[in-house]
Antibody, heavy 123, light 108 residues
Framework: QVQLVQSGAEVKKPGASVKVSCQAS????????VHWVRQAPGQRLEWMGW????????KNSQNFQGRVTITRDTSASTAYMELSSLRSEDTAVYYC????????????????WGQGTLVTVSS | DIQMTQSPSSLSASVGDRVTITCRAS??????LNWYQQKPGKAPKLLIY???SLQSGVPSRFSGSGSGTDFTLTISSLQPEDFATYYC??????????FGQGTKLEIK
């Protein structure tokens, strides 16, 4: 069955970086885009960016002003999201999510999600 | 960015009730609208995509409708496991997905 398993919770100081992993199983990793979405306490879901695991192409939300780097390791079927220059407002649960190819339905949606990784930024 | 606004923000209902949640987009998104259910401490779960297509495995009491700027999610007969927070999401602008603020469905 399809699974996205994320790395564990992190506590970081302001100004530091955090790298969250998302290991995929149960499907061909390179056939589905991986997106990253975060949710600050009591806030709505916020899209951060995505990677095409097949060719490594990425696109990030401008809301993060270049602080997001998304990479992948196809040999490990794992995607990574690194967020730099952390501030307290970055305290949130970070999710990876799978997006099926457009040609499979003609639409974009996240059909499987990781379990989430809590990142706490505190001095 | 396309802004998504849900109403109401919270809703109290009883088991067996019919419930409708509304989502409005700041511009036309055709039918590029998805609905997710999220329970406390869990990841969102896809319910509806393309405004009205039921995701595989989702009970038929869930349905979606709408196009353009106005959309609805309807639960025909609430079950105990349906009490959760529901989010709409537009996928019309695929490089800047945006979500509604959520509707928390609580037990009356």
């Amino acid at each position: 069955q399809v699974q996205l398993v994320q790395s564990g919770a992190e506590v970081k100081k302001p100004g530091a970086s955090v790298k969250v992993s998302c290991q995929a199983s149960g499907y061909t990793f390179t056939s589905y885009a991986v997106h990253w979405v975060r949710q600050a306490p009591g806030q709505r879901l916020e899209w951060m960016g995505w990677i095409n695991p097949d060719n490594g192409n990425t696109k990030n939300s401008q809301n993060f002003q270049g602080r997001v780097t998304i990479t992948r390791d196809t040999s490990a079927s794992t995607a990574y999201m690194e967020l730099s220059s952390l501030r307290s407002e970055d305290t949130a649960v970070y999710y990876c999510a799978r997006l099926p190819p457009y040609h499979s339905s003609g639409y974009y949606f996240f059909d499987y999600w990781g379990q989430g990784t809590l990142v706490t930024v505190s001095s | 960015d396309i802004q998504m606004t849900q109403s109401p923000s919270s809703l109290s209902a009883s088991v067996g009730d019919r419930v409708t949640i509304t989502c409005r987009a700041s511009q036309s998104i055709r039918n590029y609208l998805n609905w997710y259910q999220q329970k406390p401490g869990k990841a969102p779960k896809l319910l509806i995509y393309a405004a009205s297509s039921l995701q595989s495995g989702v009970p038929s009491r869930f349905s979606g409708s709408g196009s353009g700027t106005d959309f609805t999610l309807t639960i025909s007969s609430l079950q105990p496991e349906d009490f959760a927070t529901y989010y709409c999401q537009q996928s019309y602008s695929p490089l800047m997905y945006t979500f509604g603020q959520g509707t928390k469905l609580e037990i009356k």
